[in-house]
Each structure stands twice: as structure tokens, then as C-alpha cells.
């Protein structure tokens, strides 16, 4: 319970309570997918521990990244299909080693009615998300692809906490959904430029 109280502060005792005795919790090693594209969602997904990458699928298999879920948060997501008993429109993919609360359907829909405080995190994580993905859009809609870019290695940065991001240039060509060659080159010229130092397994951040 101690670990719901402190990725959850804004719980109430009694909510903490209820989730520790009704929702299950389940670790999940990196590399596993979690939600795949199609699946009907029957919990709600509270991250305790690790990195979730949320994004989209094309049918030939190319990624555009999303948001990252961490320790905290959860996946508005499968709020949504689970009350709406809708598929997933998005893939859910462990980057790091995971801890999660898996809450059922019938208890999320239960809890919007008795805690205020699972209300008001629900309405958050709504509001949170649907800013991510307005930002998202405007990347798309109103920036070249290396501002895009350098907003990615920003959003990693923060996700990480931390200026050396481990991440090779195809994982950030399938995320931006472009070439590896593309990114390898606005890489190089960012490194010109002194904002970031190309190591062989991993980008360290001058910004």
C-alpha cells in the first residue's frame, strides 16, 4: 500500500485501501506490449514502477510516438475503451521494467461514484493527455522535422531525468515516424551545432 501512497498522493486513505484490497498488480519485463491495436481493454492501467511507451501502428507496421506513461500516471487510454467497451486504437509497449495496478472495469466505474479523489484524478489524467496529443498535433501540423526533433530529445530528457538518453537512431526514426538516415543526419548537424554529443549507444543533451 506504501507504494500507492507514494506514486498517488492525492488518494484518499480510504481509496488507497479499496485499491490495495480490489485491484490486482502485475509486473511486466521490458519489450512486452501491454495493449496492442484492436484489443478490447478490461482494466485501467496505473503505472507504480517503469516507462510505458504509448503510440500508434500502421498496417505495415511503422510507429509514431505518442507519450510516455510513468510512475504516477496512468493510461487515459484504457479509461476510455474499457468504459466505452471500445478497441484500442493505440499499442502500450514496457520500456522499462514495470510495476503496474491493473483496475478493473466494474471498480473504476464504482470509485467515479464513492472517492472524489479517483474522480478528480480521472478528469486529470483526461486533461493531461488530451494536451500531450494537441501538442503532438502541432508538431506534426507546424514544425520542420528537426524542431520535432529536438522537442523529442527534450520530452526524453525530462522522461529520463536525464542528459544521456539511450536510444539509437532508428528507435527515433520509428517514433517520428521518418528514416534513420534522416535522423542520423539532423543528429550530426545538431552535434555541429553543440547541442548534443553522438555516442555509440546513446545522445547526451547540451540543451
Given at each position: ?16 485501501e479499496?485499491?490495495d ?5 502485475q509486473?511486466v ?24 511507451k504509448?503510440?500508434r501502428q500502421?498496417?505495415d507496421?511503422?510507429e509514431f510516438?505518442?507519450y ?22 493505440l499499442?502500450?509497449k514496457?520500456?522499462?521494467?514495470a ?14 461514484m464513492?472517492?472524489?479523489s ?17 501538442v503532438?498535433?502541432?508538431n506534426?501540423a507546424?514544425?520542420?522535422m528537426d ?7 527534450k ?9 544521456n ?9 520509428n ?7 534522416v535522423?542520423?543526419?539532423?543528429l550530426?548537424?545538431m ?17
Amino acid at each position: 500500500m506504501q507504494s500507492i501512497k507514494s506514486n498517488f498522493p492525492t488518494f484518499s486513505h480510504e481509496l488507497t485501501e479499496a485499491i490495495d484490497q480490489f485491484a490486482k498488480t502485475q509486473e511486466v519485463k521490458a519489450g512486452e506490449i501491454i495493449m496492442r491495436t484492436g484489443q478490447y481493454i478490461k482494466n485501467t492501467i496505473l503505472v507504480i514502477k517503469g516507462k510505458i511507451k504509448i503510440y500508434r501502428q500502421d498496417d505495415d507496421g511503422g510507429e509514431f510516438f505518442i507519450y510516455y506513461l510513468q510512475p504516477g500516471q496512468a493510461c487515459a487510454i484504457s479509461m476510455i475503451c474499457a468504459t466505452k467497451h471500445e478497441k484500442s486504437q493505440l499499442m502500450a509497449k514496457v520500456m522499462e521494467d514495470a510495476e503496474l495496478i491493473m483496475v478493473p472495469l466494474q471498480l473504476m466505474d464504482k470509485w467515479m461514484m464513492e472517492h472524489r479523489s479517483w474522480y478528480e484524478f480521472v478528469i486529470d489524467t483526461y486533461r493531461n493527455r488530451f494536451e500531450e496529443v494537441l501538442v503532438v498535433i502541432d508538431n506534426i501540423a507546424f514544425r520542420a522535422m528537426d524542431e520535432r526533433l529536438e522537442f523529442y530529445l527534450k520530452k526524453q530528457k525530462t522522461a529520463l531525468d536525464s542528459n544521456n538518453i539511450q536510444i539509437s537512431h532508428q528507435e527515433i526514426a520509428n517514433d517520428l515516424n521518418t528514416s534513420r538516415e534522416v535522423i542520423s543526419r539532423l543528429l550530426k548537424k545538431m552535434e555541429q551545432r553543440g547541442l548534443v554529443q553522438l555516442h555509440r549507444s546513446y545522445i547526451t543533451l547540451k540543451f
